[in-house]
């Protein structure tokens, strides 16, 4: 069976770090993009990263651009959330999935549309 799982979350204080990790069993990560997603309380899911297949491409929401750092170990066949310079409003369920293209990564709650399903996410707070 295909399955992504998420894990890595946790409890941090604002200007910590946390590094995310998005594992996948039954297929071969190499051959897809991959993008992370967050959803708040209360609030969409929202795409906030992507990387290409080969790793060479990636693309951040603005919101996390210069704090987030993406990447992927395809021999490990596992995608990394690099988390820095955490802040409140980063407080969320995060989640990966095999997405479109990155040159199609829309920050808003379009991308996540497109995704059909989704596994059960790493749960991110940021407080003091």
């Known amino acids: 069976q295909r399955q992504l799982v998420e894990s890595g979350g946790g409890l941090v204080q604002p200007g910590g770090s946390l590094r995310l990790s998005c594992a996948a069993s039954?297929?071969?990560?190499?051959?897809?993009?991959i993008g992370w997603f967050r959803q708040a309380p209360g609030k969409e899911r929202l795409g906030i990263s992507c990387i290409s297949s080969s790793g060479g491409s990636t693309v951040y929401a603005d919101s996390v651009k210069a704090r987030f750092t993406i990447s992927r170990d395809n021999a490990k066949n596992t995608v990394y959330l690099q988390m820095d310079s955490l802040k409140s409003e980063d407080t969320a369920m995060y989640f990966c999935?095999?997405?479109?293209?990155?040159?199609?990564?829309?920050?808003?709650?379009?991308?996540?549309?497109?995704?059909?399903?989704w596994g059960q996410g790493t749960q991110v707070i940021v407080s003091s």
């Open positions: 039954g297929f071969s990560l190499d051959q897809y993009a």
């Open positions: 999935s095999i997405t479109p293209p990155c040159t199609l990564f829309d920050a808003g709650p379009n991308w996540s549309a497109t995704i059909p399903s």
